[in-house]
């Protein structure tokens, strides 16, 4: 198939053309790419953080006797990379999932863009622009990994049911913009060669690249990742961060992500949030918790 | 008739303009753009140059693989009379330094984010280099570096200047003559710095031109082209042969995707090196063993025939009937199948070069029905030398000389060529001009090797390599250590091997295993490792490798000249040798003096008789940190051969 258009002269929006997967295939396999986290850094003073754009209020939820979150406070802003740490079951994954709605807080109210909620409803969110990842993966496996992105535009597919069926009319035309814009998702997160592999033959680092496309196909504007580097070697942490990195640069996308390795989350955030046994124990920058002593005893453990 | 690059680019728009030039996959569609778009695309690329001060006779590195808008900047570069020199782009930074500074390069296309950092880590050194133009803009948009300047801003300020001006463009395409430098190319150099082979229009395209004589390439050919572009062959393939011919060159969506776009657009005229279509028919054998047993007997049955009668109907020569239908039955069945899934179904020509290529993987291609062959030529050269005609292939020769080329072999076997191909010189460096480039216009090769009684060359290896042993039971004998390590490499489960010999009483070699093919071997057999220095050192490993190179060694005792070279001792390495650690060219040669430097315990202790030996290697990654790999070596005996001759 081809087509004569617009590459003689490809305009600069838009996702950049031509990313290329890093030349990662020779010297052992043990050589990691010269790009990531650093280039990030470059980039990250030049970059404008607006105003809050979601606002968690004394949010408290129990599961019967046990308390998963209490009183919790903390604000994201808009562009910026916001990341929750904490030790396990300090209570991460259930702030995410309140704030998308999978959990229903018992007390305290969520506010997205002006618009004040006490509990969230999933559909609503995701509807309002809020995408997450998940850390154990919610893939359809048998699936290829086209298929999978795709279902990311599920909320803006707009033809009815029949049509899609069939493929015709307005559903085929519509179809092919929403699988272009999958494409530059594909592209963008350089995972051209395995387009149309079904996603379960993939290595785990590469699906969790999946696992974020799908998120991303769903243009949020705000994208919720919940470990999205747990169980990767070091490359793949790396590419893991350059992405992350390039979402929030390029797309202008905000970031809440939880995240274990220390290391990656002082890196690449501009705020961090602490939490332990579903208390807030810490909120600042990287710097400020770093030497925020609460936090260091929940890490490291104090002498009493 | 002679012409120029640009020149030839002119006539395709003009006679051709909606035909495609290039193809590009992108969000996964090939996307074409034609001569008249290509024109188009360089004359505001050249006027922007042009602008930013680019003059005649001005050098401009280009960095990169292999894209449409990579090619439209150096024919842009070229329209100007200026001198684009492609490099390799998975070199690291500091290997740029020489070359820009040697050529006083000002001007440079960098293809992405990965190019532009090397291009400034290397500034300090090189002050000079400024502008900077990069095609992708990933991760670029917020680097404030002074001279570093989109692509996409170059087209817009060179189509403005070309509405002011329309005529330029052509007025400084005319003003360039074809025996104008048109690229440069730097060779990898397996000692020193490397050299700048200067090739002119002239040189290139008569070269390009004589070999698609030979081939009968028209404009209807389609190639892919994904190996370097700062490699002459690719340069010759996708762009030399490109404008004389005027056919398709379609570049892959990225490197992780050759294969994939390789089935995609199936060409027709293909190159590759042995070490691509070994790689190719690997992967095909891994997926034959777990196909079901009734694939499995067929694809053996029917390889069985065309290892019989293959090679003969490619030769040309009569085969029976009950063959030839066999063969048919074959075709449809495996052979067909076969090369559709390589994506080599609509191949008229292959080649390769650059290595020797193992007998049983030359064989098996021609015997599938894909006309593969052999040529001979080096970047001073412009490539095309000598090569095999259609039905003349053979895995040992590289074959005959083509037209415009004459062929002589001095006293000490060094193959000595004249042809309208060669260099114009080597930049800046007329001692290693002189020397291989005598006042009496031969080119002195560096390669020994002599014609056979077809009048096919033969190489032997490089001249300075070829040695003597001294002392021992071939004391004296003849020493052609590349000779016997692609005998070695011809076997699947050994990667690389480095042999040494000359001036000393016997052959001793460090090999590297294939850790796929080794790999795999392990699990078939349930032999657990932990890796690659784990798996390399496995006592089960050293008799299979044992067994390689005891073959090697009868294969050798049969060759009156060659007998001894036969390998005594052997040991393999801990880690496989790479470029990014010195100890390959670029083009993936081994540096065998560099080698025995950096391992100079386990030579010493090959010849000195040791059984085991502790070596520690410092490693740098590809982002330019260091570790370090160290391991207790054994070290094996290999039983040698009375050579035929003296036993008879």
Known sequence: ?304 | MQTTFPRLLLKHAAERTAAPAMREKEYGIWQALSWGQLAGMVQALACGLHQAGFRRGDHMVVVGANRPRLYATMLAAQSLGGIPIPLYQDAAATEYIFPINNAEVRFAFAEDQEQVDKLLEIRAQCPQLSPIYFDDPRGLRNYLEPGLTSLDVLLELGRAFALKQPDFFKTEIDKARPDDVAAMFFTSGTTGHPKGVVHTHDSLLDRARAGAEFDQLTAREEVLAYLPPAWIGQNIFSYAQWLACGYVVNCPESASTVTIDLKEVGPSYYFAPPRVFEGLLTSVMIRMEDASALKRRMFQYFMAVAQRVGPARMDGKPVGLLDRLLYALGNGLVYGPLRNNLGLSRVRVAYTAGEAIGPDLFRFYRSIGINLKQLYGSTETAVFVCLQPDHEARADTVGIPIHGVEIKVAENGEILVKSPGLLKEYYKNPEATAEALTSDGWYHTNDAGFIDAHGHLKIIDRVKDVGRLQGGAFDAAMFAPKYVENKLKFFPYIKEAVAYGDGREKVCVLINIDFDAVGNWAERRNLPYAGYTDLAQKPEVYQLIKDCVEKVNADLSKDELLAGSQISRFLILHKELDADDGELTRTNKVRRGFIADKYQPLVDALYGGKTEQFIETVVKFEDGRSGSVSATLRIEDAQTFTPLKAAA
Not at chain 1, 98 to 122: A, E, K, L
Not at chain 1, 126 to 147: E, Y
Not at chain 1, 170 to 179: G, L, Q, T, V, Y
């Open chain 1, 1 to 304: 198939m081809t087509t004569t258009q617009a590459n003689a002269d490809r305009s600069a929006a838009g996702p950049s053309p031509g990313a290329k997967a890093p030349g990662t295939s020779e010297a052992q396999g043990v050589a990691a790419h010269g790009g990531s986290v650093v280039h990030g850094v470059t980039s990250v003073g030049a970059k404008k953080i607006g105003d809050v754009i979601l606002d968690v209020k004394n949010i408290s939820l129990a599961f019967g006797g046990v308390k998963a979150l209490a009183d919790i406070s903390f604000d994201v802003r808009e562009h910026e990379v916001r990341a929750i740490i904490g030790p396990n079951g300090a209570g991460k994954s259930s702030l995410l999932n309140c704030i998308n709605g999978v959990y229903t807080p018992q007390h305290g109210t969520i506010t997205f863009r002006g618009q004040t909620f006490g509990h969230m409803d999933s559909h609503q969110v995701a509807t309002m622009g809020i995408a997450r990842t998940f850390q154990n993966l919610a893939l359809f496996k048998g699936m290829s990994v086209i298929d999978n992105i795709m279902t990311g535009r599920n909320l803006r597919m707009k033809s009815n049911l029949f049509l899609q069926a069939l493929r015709i009319g307005p559903a085929e035309k519509e179809e092919m913009r929403h699988r272009e814009f999958v494409e530059h998702i594909i592209d963008f997160l350089e995972i051209q060669p395995y387009r149309k592999t079904p996603v379960g033959q993939l290595p785990y680092g590469l699906q969790k690249r999946v696992d974020l496309g799908r998120a991303l196909a769903m243009e949020p504007q705000v994208l919720l990742l919940d470990e999205p580097m747990a169980g990767m070697n070091l490359e793949e942490k790396q590419d893991m961060c350059r992405f992350v990195l390039d979402i929030n640069d390029e797309y202008g996308t905000t970031v809440v992500l939880i995240e274990h390795d220390m290391g990656v989350v002082m890196d690449i955030s501009d705020r961090v949030v602490v939490l332990d046994y579903g208390r807030k124990i810490g909120d600042g920058t990287p710097d400020d918790v770093r030497n925020n002593p609460e936090v260091i005893s929940a890490y490291l453990g104090t002498s009493h």
